[in-house]
């Protein structure tokens, strides 16, 4: 018998065909850890799931990778289920995975964790972060189902405290797949097209799968950007959804939404009365005030003899011109006697003043002032400046000496 020659994809292609036809290997529920995990920009999922033992290799495709609520990690225990398939261009069997979920905790309760730590370590939840409530708002939006228990106990609250509240209802899903997306769509619309004074996102209780569109991160982040303060009333008061913790204020209950974001008119009512107790008899008081202080006012000097008062100042007056006039004087009498010994002081050391009394000043060619006769040599032309004229001179012989030769010569004449 002669033995048939196969091609190397002919017996992959036969391989993978022998597995397809495996009841067991097509319906697969396997538990193990994630090693060599790798997210392909593709958005598929390559890794290894492994034992104390073995290993084998698995890959989750992208329209399978959304389905997830958590983000797979090296190290992590996980249960998967799929199928076993070969991959004929490697000729390597792999699995082929269909769902995932943490082992041994849920994996939406992951997902929750996840989430929550990562905005709360991007800041989300900081109460430095959250808007005020209105005192009293005009118009309030609710985005919830309108066949719920939820909007009919809000409506029912919000109608008891005050039944001047107008009151707009997104209608949105808040439970299954398309719930997150409407929730969004609701938040955006009172921002942009139908502006409210606060916002109120609502549901009733249920367990984590039935509020988990309140843990969506588009929903939380959504919540987060809004301008409009949002109050989060998911659930009954034990139940916390990542919305509870991004929202301005968390309501334990729908009917506690209510009760927070309207004041009761009955209270309103109270309290205005008693501020307008209060004003009443702050006027009352300042009007007995102001009463006592025009009773003493008339019986004030001033109010019964008002000329003296004038008088006196008219006196006081008259005092402070004639004084000032006297100071001007007497200044002005010290400033000339001071200028004048000044001028005196000056026409005194004036170079120029000694001329009157006889002298003369002398300078050279160079039109230097002549001090000593160091300077001088004979024939030199000089100019003797008297009071009433200059005299241009020559010099026949110079002769040391000063004013005690002209001293003695005086003695001697």
């Known amino acids: 018998m002669r033995v048939k020659t196969f091609r190397v994809s002919e017996i992959n292609d036969y391989i993978n065909k022998l597995l397809n036809m495996d009841i067991i290997l ?62 004929e261009r490697d000729g390597q069997y792999q699995l082929y995975i269909q769902k995932m979920e943490p082992a041994g905790i849920g994996a939406l309760y992951k997902a929750y964790e996840q ?31 309108p066949t719920g228990a939820a909007i009919r106990d809000i409506i ?26 409407q929730i969004v769509n609701g938040i955006h619309y009172f921002n942009e097209k139908n502006k409210v004074d606060v916002i109120i996102t609502a549901r009733g209780g249920g367990s984590i799968e039935e509020l988990w569109a309140f843990n969506e991160e588009r929903v939380v982040r959504t919540i987060a950007s809004s301008r409009i303060p949002i109050i989060s009333a998911v659930g009954h008061e034990t139940d916390f959804t990542i919305a509870d913790f991004v929202a301005d204020v968390r309501a334990a209950t729908p009917s506690a939404a209510g009760e927070l974001v309207v004041p009761s008119k009955i209270d309103l009512k109270y309290t205005l009365n008693s501020l307008q107790q ?3 008899k702050a006027i009352e008081n300042e009007l007995k005030l102001n009463r006592k202080r025009i009773e003493g006012l008339k019986n004030d000097q001033i109010f019964m003899q008002p000329y003296n008062l004038l008088n006196q100042y008219k006196q006081q007056l008259d005092w402070l011109s004639s004084n000032l006039i006297k100071r001007i004087e007497q200044n002005f009498y010290t400033t000339k006697e001071k200028f004048q010994a000044v001028q005196k002081q000056f026409y005194a050391t004036n170079p120029f003043s000694i001329l009157n009394r006889g002298f003369a000043i002398i300078r050279d060619e160079k039109g230097n002032f002549l001090r000593t006769i160091d300077t001088l040599i004979e024939e030199e032309n000089i100019q003797v400046i008297l009071k009433d004229g200059i005299l241009n001179c020559s010099v026949n012989a110079i002769k040391k000496g000063g ?6 010569k005086e003695k001697e004449f």
């Open 278 to 280: 209060r004003l009443i």
């Open 156 to 181: 029912s609250v919000i109608a008891r405290r005050n039944s001047n509240i107008e009151i707009v209802i997104y209608p949105a899903l808040v439970q299954g797949v398309d719930a997150g997306k």
């Open 26 to 87: 097509n319906n697969l529920q396997v538990e193990g850890e994630i090693s060599n995990f790798k997210l392909h920009y593709s958005g598929h999922m390559y890794f290894s799931l492994k034992d104390e033992r073995s290993r084998i290799r698995c890959v989750m495709f992208k329209n399978n990778v959304q389905s997830l609520k958590f983000l797979p990690k090296n190290g992590m225990k996980v249960i998967i289920k799929g199928y076993i398939s070969v991959y």
């Open 403 to 408: 004013l005690d030769i002209v001293y003695k």
């Open 115 to 145: 989430l929550k730590e990562k905005l709360e370590k991007e800041g989300l939840f900081k109460k430095e972060n959250k808007k005020s409530l209105p005192f009293f708002p005009r118009k309030i939006g609710i985005v919830t189902s």
